[in-house]
């Protein structure tokens, strides 16, 4: 099984800083990559996949890089809304996993 | 607008079973995979199963294997998950979701329902 690890668990930023999050994977999963934020008391919300394509009605201050092992969530400039927990998951091989999730803060 | 309502949650005691149901609406339900993922208490999300749009594959995490069975109706635009010889470690809320995004390697899930709690305790 694929273990995921996100870094930082917690990220402590102010509205309108630069969020970046990082997710490590313990064998290649290529770019099959995939980024969800959950918002508290919501059902989580696909944001980018295959590593770096945003799904559809994402804005455009998400983005995602990476590929292999080493993956990154960027948020150029953070909303109220932004305010959530993210998870990385991949499908390259099953069983599809999670990673544990980071969650961004307000400071 | 797509909409996935999962029901069917409960106390139910160790050993015992429930069957989820996930309404489907908002989109042609026969054209698409669909899964199921669940997060136990304070932990992170976890996939439980994966199902074939018409039906024919199925796909389990091998800590369910055996004890959950994924299946769809797809007349009845619903999806379910039977499940078997529950423990107090599958406690948690259950989530059905759209496969998007589809290659010949897989999907990613993009859109989620709100979910229903499962609680197995004696």
């Known amino acids: 099984e694929i273990v995921l690890t996100q870094s930082p668990a917690t990220l402590s930023l102010s509205p309108g800083e630069r969020a970046t999050l990082s997710c490590r994977a313990s064998q290649s999963v290529s770019s099959y990559l995939a980024w969800y934020q959950r918002r508290s008391g919501q059902a989580p919300r696909l944001l980018v996949y295959d590593a770096f394509n945003r799904a559809t009605g994402i804005p455009a201050r998400f983005s995602g890089s990476g590929s292999g092992t080493d993956f990154t969530l960027t948020i150029s400039s953070l909303e109220p809304e932004d305010f959530a927990v993210y998870y990385c998951?991949?499908?390259?091989?099953?069983?599809?996993?999670f990673g544990q999730g980071t969650k961004v803060e307000i400071k | 607008e797509v909409q996935l309502v999962e029901s069917g949650g409960g106390l139910v005691q160790p050993g015992g079973s429930l069957r989820l149901s996930c309404a489907a609406s908002g989109f042609t339900f026969s054209n698409y995979w669909m899964s199921w993922v669940r997060q136990a208490p304070g932990k992170g999300l976890e996939w439980v199963a994966n199902?074939?749009?018409?039906?024919?594959?199925?796909y389990y995490v091998d800590s369910m294997k055996g004890r959950f069975t994924i299946s769809r109706d797809n007349a009845k635009n619903s999806l379910y998950l039977q499940m078997n010889s529950l423990r107090a470690e599958d406690t948690a809320v259950y989530y059905c979701a759209r496969g998007d995004y589809y290659d010949s390697s897989g999907y990613y899930l993009g859109y989620w329902g709100q979910g229903t709690l499962v609680t197995v305790s004696s």
């Open positions: 998951q991949q499908r390259s091989s099953w069983p599809w996993t």
């Open positions: 199902i074939k749009k018409d039906g024919s594959e199925k």
